[in-house]
């Protein structure tokens, strides 16, 4: 059985950090992409960062791009979401995902991932 479980979600300040984690079990981790989505209230999921399983590609949502850094450790099986220069309307719950084999640019859509983790909140407040 296929499990993702995020952890690190908590109340950040404006301009602090936070790092998020994504533990994955029951796959082979190092043949899947991953990703992390946020959904805010009243939104639909939208796409944060990806990784490929080689970690050659990476990409990001023009909002997180300088600010948010997406990495991997195949060995702990564990993916990671690094985010910085927090701002109040990145306050969102957060998901992480992964799936085998992406097909254009369906990575950048939810319907696009297999696996999906329960969620960890993000509230950046002062």
């Known amino acids: 059985q296929v499990q993702l479980v995020e952890s690190g979600g908590d109340l950040g300040q404006p301009g602090g950090s936070l790092r998020l984690s994504c533990a994955a079990s029951?796959?082979?981790?190092?043949?899947?992409?991953v990703a992390w989505f946020r959904q805010r209230p009243g939104k639909d999921r939208e796409f944060v960062a990806t990784?490929?399983?080689?970690?050659?590609?990476?990409y990001y949502d023009d909002s997180v791009k300088g600010r948010f850094t997406i990495s991997r450790d195949n060995a702990r099986s564990t993916f990671y979401l690094e985010m910085t220069s927090l701002r109040p309307e990145d306050t969102a719950m957060y998901y992480c995902?992964?799936?085998?084999?992406?097909?254009?640019?369906?990575?950048?859509?939810?319907?696009?991932?297999?696996?999906w983790g329960q969620g960890t909140q993000v509230t950046v407040s002062s």
């Open positions: 995902a992964a799936v085998s084999a992406w097909f254009g640019t369906n990575y950048l859509r939810p319907d696009g991932w297999r696996y």
């Open positions: 029951g796959l082979g981790f190092n043949q899947y992409h």
């Open positions: 990784l490929s399983r080689s970690g050659g590609s990476i």
